[in-house]
């Protein structure tokens, strides 16, 4: 009793429901009524004779669309089941208001059945579920007796036929989502040219599935980074995290059985995988040998995501190019040996193929405030409700010496610190304005190092002239003997940069750029 359009997958799922004594049926994501099974059409044939009929003989099995115009409302779920992916309620013989019966009790319903008026004389028969059948659009219902949770043996509860273990898994899945978006959202705030660069490169990497290296340490914005990307470009790829730098090649085997059994069993030219590489440039060589034999075997069906930070092995100089400094990295790494960067050609070739860098803190300093003040308000979010101590309009704000002290300090933990400290200071803030008192002791006595070399003067003795004197150039001594200014005004004002800019006699934002710079 189904309608005919439906694909071979559905077609199989439909004659394994016939073929079995349960009662269920099938709705579409309109909330027609697509399919009902033998068993649960002789029943609700059963109730209508019972209630009064609908007309037709009484060994005549109803068919798709007397059951549709009959019972669809009984058989609806609450609307409830759009937020938690599945829904139960006591079972009532509720037909609709376009049936043709002569019992006047039963009336349509919307909702609840138990809570319409119109049953309040009605007993429950049984206990109806409905679920979700993934993204499909599809609503599973059936009918059945009515157990006491205590009854239900534990094994139902929390096996791989455990309802409820599925959906409470599926709601926290839900919710890690709605927390990774958030963090990347965070990551990707600002207007600096590196916030602009990043943003571009994660919409490219969203919009396809491929090799993707993310060049930055392995920390938890940039895990949760790589599970955005992972699920904006193959949600529902088989997805394998391993910790790079603990692994062997027995041991990558054993933690990556999901992702290769899963390109070993599925379907040959559909079966997908992914494996998400931690600490990828601190993973033994035996360990990327079998990695690469894998991608090798495979192909594109499996996709490799690695976190590297090859940072501490290139040079400064490689790594500072104006225009785009993944670049210079990555052409670095190309030339550098294995010995040197822990990193096999091929896995290198891989990360190559999207790379994307997670610019440090003290790359993009203009960015800082939006960033401290999303943090923030992500901090109140976080914290248990009985512990919040403002309204998330109400929130503090962060005021003037605060932000001078965030856009001082050198952030070498970067995103995670700087999460931490808007933390500590929504814990220790009592009004409504967060200042450089709230924020972490490194934070609020940082100042600038007093490490730079003095410039170097040519010494001269009334009309005696130094025949020797000479410099490499002008323009690195004038900005060397700048920066040994800005130092002293700074250190001299304590670390306020409104202070350091009147002993200058520049601009508080003439200072900043100079700082930055």
């Known amino acids: 009793m189904t309608r005919s359009n439906r694909s071979p997958r559905n077609r199989s799922l439909i004659k394994q429901l016939d073929a079995s004594t349960a009662r269920v049926w099938i709705i579409d994501a309109e909330g027609e009524l697509v ?5 649960m059409a002789e029943w609700l044939q059963t109730l209508s004779s019972d209630r009064g009929g609908t007309g037709s003989d009484e ?3 109803l068919d798709l669309e007397q059951i549709a115009e009959t019972w669809i409302e009984a058989l609806l779920p609450d609307p409830m089941i759009d937020a938690r992916g599945y829904a139960t309620r006591r079972w009532f013989p509720v037909r609709s208001s376009s049936a043709k019966s002569s019992d006047r009790r039963i009336q349509p319903t919307s909702g609840p059945a138990n809570s319409h008026p119109s049953v309040a004389n009605l007993d429950p028969v049984e206990i109806a579920h409905w679920v979700r059948l993934g993204t499909t659009g599809f609503t599973l219902g059936c009918v059945g007796k009515f157990l006491r949770d205590a009854e239900v043996p534990f094994s139902d509860w929390i096996g791989d036929s455990g309802l409820r273990q599925q959906s409470l898994l599926e709601e926290q899945l839900h919710k890690h989502r709605m927390a990774v978006g958030r963090t990347v959202e965070i990551l990707l705030t600002g207007e600096s040219s590196a916030a602009e660069l990043l943003r571009r490169r994660i919409a490219a990497a969203s919009s396809v599935r491929c090799h993707l290296g993310l060049f930055a340490p392995t920390t938890h914005s940039s895990r949760e980074l790589a599970l955005h990307l992972h699920d904006a470009s193959a949600a529902d790829e088989t997805l394998t995290i391993v910790d ?9 085997e054993a933690y990556a059985a999901p992702a290769i059994h899963a390109l070993n069993h599925g379907e040959p030219d559909r079966a997908r ?3 998400l590489v931690e600490r990828l440039d601190e993973m033994p060589d035996e360990a990327q040998l079998k990695l690469t034999q894998w991608m090798e075997v495979f192909g594109d069906r499996l996709r490799l995501i690695g976190l590297l930070d090859p940072a501490s092995k290139i040079h400064s100089s490689s790594a500072s190019s104006d225009h785009d400094p993944l670049d210079a990295q990555i052409a670095e790494l190309t030339r550098m040996p294995q010995a040197t960067t822990g990193i096999a050609k091929p896995v290198l070739n891989a990360m190559r193929t999207m790379p994307i860098l997670l610019p440090a803190l003290k790359e993009r300093r203009e960015d800082i405030p939006a960033m401290a003040l999303a943090l923030l308000r992500e901090a109140h979010r976080n914290r248990p409700a009985k512990r919040r101590r403002f309204e998330t309009a109400d929130l503090p704000r962060i005021g003037r010496d605060a932000a001078d002290a965030l856009l001082l300090y050198p952030w070498p933990d970067n995103f995670e610190e700087l999460a931490e400290a808007m933390e500590s200071a929504l814990a220790r803030v009592v009004g409504d304005r967060i ?7 490194a934070i609020r006595s940082y100042q600038l190092p007093n490490s730079l070399e ?3 003067k040519p010494t001269t003795d009334g ?5 020797q004197f000479r410099i490499s150039s002008l323009d690195e001594a004038v900005q060397k003997y700048e920066r040994e200014l800005i130092e002293k005004a700074m250190n001299a004002s304590g670390g306020n940069k409104a202070e350091a800019a009147r002993r200058l006699g520049i601009s508080r934002a003439r200072l900043l750029r100079k700082l930055e710079s």
């Open 454 to 456: 003095k410039a170097s």
């Open 463 to 467: 009309d005696n002239i130094d025949h």
């Open 273 to 275: 995988a992914t494996l």
């Open 435 to 441: 200042g450089k008192e709230h924020l972490p002791l």
């Open 244 to 252: 790079g730098a603990l692994m062997d090649a027995e041991l990558l």
């Open 59 to 61: 060994n005549e099995v």
């Open 35 to 39: 399919h009902v099974s033998p068993t």
